[in-house]
C-alpha cells in the first residue's frame, strides 16, 4: 500500500511540475521568436520542449538528490532572448539568414555552456559563487525580472513593444489582450507570495486559465476566428515542426553576425554558471547538505551538450520546482522521469497543441515570474543588504532595464569592484608596529642588552598582512612617514610572514618606500617572504640592505649592526654572555661535551632534566609548526645555560637545540645538583638564584613585545 501511495504522490507531483515546466518553456520560445522571428517558432517550441525532456530525464536520473527537477531556464532565455534581438537589428540580414544565425546561436550557447559545466565539476571549481558580490546577484536577479514581466507583455501584445503601445495600452483594442495576461500574472504573484498557498497552485492557475479561454472564447467566436485575430501564440507555418540542427542551418547562418555578438554569447554561458551554481547553492542550503556540486554540473554539463544539438534551451537544476516537489512530497527519480514523459508526449503531439496556448496564457506566465522576482527583490533581498549595496543593486536594475543585460550586469561587477577597493583600502594593512631594539631571540651580555634596550626605535618593525595594492601601499606610507617624523631610526624593517599577495603596483610602492628611507640613510630590510611575493617585489631594482627568512632574523641582524657600531664585536667569534661566577663553577666541578656543528643536543619530549652551560660555539633552539616549519625561539652563545625549564618545573623538553657551530657544553644532571643541594646549599641556592634571574629576564622581554602588540 506504501509503494502505490509513493506511485502516487511522485506521478501527481511529477505531473503538477511537468505542467509548470511545460508552461513557462513553452512562453520561452514564444518571447525569444516573436515579431521577425515568428516563423520560427514552432520549431522551437518543439525544440525547447524536447530540450526539457532531454534535461529532466539526464539531470533526474543521474543526481545523487533524493528528488531534482531540471528544465529550460528563464535566465538564460533572457539573454538569448537579448542577443536574437541585436541580431535581428542587424542591418541587411535576410530573414532566412536571420532566423538560421538564432537558431545556430541557441545550439553554440547550449553547448559552449555544457562544456563550461563539465570542466567546471571535473576540476572542482563551484566555489566561484562564493566570490560574487550578492548586491550584483540581486540586481541581476532583480534585472531578469524585469526583462521576463516586459517580455510577458510583449507575448500578449503580440508584437514588439513600441511607444505607440503606451499610446494606445488604454484602448480596447490593446486592453483585451492584456487584461486576461495581467489576471494570470496577479494570481501567480498571489500564489507565490502567500507561503500558505502550495506552489502548486500555479499550475493550477495555468491549466484552469487555458481551459476557461478556450471555453469562453469558443462559445463566443469560432477557434478560426480566434486564430486570425491573434490570440493564440500558434498559428506555425506548415513546415515549422522540430528538426535538428542542420546543413540548411549551418549553410543560412551568418557567422559574420555570431562573431560580433560573441561576448553576448559568452555572457549567456557566464550568466548560466552563475545560474546553476546559485540553485545548487539553495538546494545545498535546504536539506541536501552533502550535496556534490561538482557531480551535478557536470551531470548537467552533459545535458547540455545533447540539448544543444537538438536546438533545445540551456537547462539545469531548478530550485524553486524542486522545493515545490519536496513540498508536495515527491521523492526519486520517477519525479523527473514524469516530466520528461509529459514533455515527450507534447513534443510527439507537435506543434498543433502547443499553437493553440492562448497568448494570454504564455504572456501571463512570463510576467507573472517576472514580477514575482521584482517583489522578492523588493521584499526580501533589499532588507538584507546596507544602503550602499541596496544603490548598487538597484543601479544594476534600472542599468538592465535601459540598456540591456550585458551592460547593466557590467557596469554592476565594475562598482561592486570599485567599492570593494575603496572598502579594502581602508583596511590596515599594519598588524603591528615594534620597538624591536633588543627583542631577537638571541641571548646576550647584559651589558649589550641594556645597550640594545637604551636605543629606543632605533629598530622599527612593520608586521603587514593580507594582500597588498595600490590602495593598501599608500596607507603603509603614510604609517611609515607618520612614525619616522617622530622617531630617530636607522633600521626599517617589513614583515611579509602575514602577507597573502602583492600585485605589481604595490611592489612599485614599496620600492619608492625603500628609495625614500635610503635617501634618510635608514636601512630597509624585508622578511618572511613568501615565493610569490618574493617573485613580485625581485621584479625592480630597490635599495634593500638585507632579506631575512623571518622577523627574528632581521631583528637580530640589525642588532648586531647596532652593537658594531657602538665598537662591540659581534662578528662570526660572538663574545660571552654573562656566565656563572667562576666560583660557583669550579664548586660545581662538571663534565664537559663537545658537539660537532649541526648536533642535536635535546630533542623536543625528551624526559631529562639536565642543565647545560655553553662554554663555547653557539647552539640554537628551534620549534616546528603544523606544517613542518622550524621556528628560531632562541640562539645561545658561549655562557648561556640551557635546559633550565625543564630543570626547574620537571617537565619534558619543549624545543629541540642544535649546534651551529662545534659547541663544548658543562652538564649539569638533576642527581648531581640534589648532593650539592645537601653538600653545598649555598651553591645550590645561587645556581637556582641565577637561573630564576636569567628566567625572568627573558619574561620581561616577552612581557615587552607583547605589550608593543597590544598598543
Known sequence: MGDRADILTNGLTGAAIGVLQLGVTIS??????????????????????????????????????????????????????????????????????????????????????????????????????????????????????????RGGVQVMHGRPITSDFFRDIFSWSELKFLLPGIALALTILLVLSVRRMPNVLVSVAMLSATLLFHIVGRSASSFSVLEAEGWFIGPFESDSGWSPIGPDDLRNTDWSVLLDNSVLIAAVVAVSVVGILLNLSGLE????????????????????????????????????????????????????????????????????????????????????????????WARQALPRMNRGDQLLSSFIL?????????????????????????????????????????????????????????????????????????????????????????????????????????????????????????????????????????????????????????????????????LANANIDVGTDPPSIDPFSPDIMRALDLP?????????????????????????????????????QPIRIRQMLPGAVLGEIAFVTGAPRTATVRADTPVVVQVLRRDRFDEIAVSNPEVALAVQQELLRRIGARLASSSAMVRDLLE
Not at 520549431?43 to 530540450?51: I, W
Not at 539545469?316 to 520528461?340: E, F, K, M, N
Not at 631594539?437 to 647584559?446: E, F, I, K, L
Not at 622599527?460 to 603603509?476: D, P, R
Open 285 to 376: 542550503g535546504d536539506r541536501d547538505a552533502n550535496i556534490d556540486m561538482n557531480h551535478e554540473i557536470r551531470s548537467a554539463g552533459l545535458a547540455n551538450l545533447a540539448v544543444g544539438a537538438t536546438g533545445g534551451l540551456i537547462g539545469y537544476h531548478l530550485l524553486g520546482d524542486t522545493l515545490l516537489g519536496r513540498q508536495i512530497g515527491g521523492r526519486g527519480r520517477s519525479v523527473p522521469i514524469v516530466i520528461a514523459a509529459m514533455a515527450g508526449v507534447i513534443f510527439v503531439i507537435g506543434p498543433d497543441l502547443i499553437a493553440q496556448v492562448p497568448r494570454a496564457v504564455a504572456g501571463g506566465v512570463l510576467a507573472g515570474l517576472g514580477v514575482s522576482m521584482l517583489a522578492a
Open 28 to 149: 520561452l520560445a514564444a518571447l525569444i521568436f516573436s515579431g521577425p522571428l515568428g516563423a520560427g517558432a514552432g520549431r522551437a517550441a518543439a525544440g525547447f520542449v524536447l530540450g526539457t525532456a532531454i534535461v529532466s530525464l539526464l539531470v533526474g536520473s543521474t543526481s545523487r538528490l533524493q528528488v531534482v527537477t531540471a528544465g529550460a531556464q528563464d535566465t538564460a532565455a533572457v539573454l538569448v532572448a537579448a542577443v536574437a534581438s541585436a541580431i535581428v537589428a542587424t542591418p541587411g540580414l535576410r530573414d532566412g539568414e536571420m532566423l538560421s544565425t538564432v537558431v545556430v546561436m541557441i545550439a553554440i550557447a547550449g553547448v559552449a555552456t555544457g562544456m563550461v559545466f563539465w570542466l567546471i565539476g571535473r576540476f572542482g571549481l563551484t566555489s566561484f559563487v562564493r566570490f560574487l558580490p550578492y548586491p550584483v546577484i540581486s540586481g541581476f536577479t532583480a534585472g531578469t525580472g524585469w526583462l521576463l514581466l
Open 398 to 562: 534600472v542599468t538592465i532595464a535601459v540598456l540591456g543585460v550585458l551592460t547593466g550586469v557590467g557596469a554592476g561587477v565594475v562598482v561592486a569592484a570599485a567599492v570593494f577597493i575603496v572598502k579594502y583600502s581602508r583596511t590596515n594593512p599594519v598588524r603591528h608596529v615594534i620597538d624591536a631594539a633588543g627583542r631577537s631571540r638571541v641571548d646576550r651580555r647584559h651589558h649589550d642588552q641594556m645597550l640594545l634596550s637604551s636605543s629606543p626605535q632605533t629598530i622599527v618593525a612593520f608586521e603587514l598582512q593580507g594582500y597588498l595594492f595600490f590602495g593598501s601601499i599608500t596607507g603603509l606610507r603614510r604609517q611609515i612617514d607618520a612614525h619616522l617624523d617622530e622617531s630617530t631610526t636607522d633600521y626599517l624593517i617589513l614583515d611579509f610572514a602575514r602577507v597573502t599577495g602583492i600585485d605589481s603596483t604595490a611592489a612599485g610602492g614599496v620600492a619608492a618606500i625603500a628609495t625614500a628611507l635610503d635617501d634618510r640613510n635608514i636601512a630597509m630590510l624585508w622578511s618572511g617572504l613568501q615565493p610569490h611575493v618574493a617573485t613580485e617585489l625581485s621584479a625592480g631594482t630597490q635599495p634593500v640592505a638585507h632579506v631575512a627568512s623571518d622577523l627574528d632574523h632581521a631583528i637580530a641582524w640589525c642588532e648586531d649592526l647596532v
Open 592 to 628: 664537559t661535551i663537545e658537539l660537532d656543528a649541526g648536533t642535536t643536543l635535546i630533542s623536543t619530549g625528551d624526559a631529562d632534566h639536565d642543565i647545560y652551560f655553553v662554554e663555547s660555539g653557539t647552539l640554537t633552539a628551534w620549534l616546528h609548526r603544523d606544517d613542518g
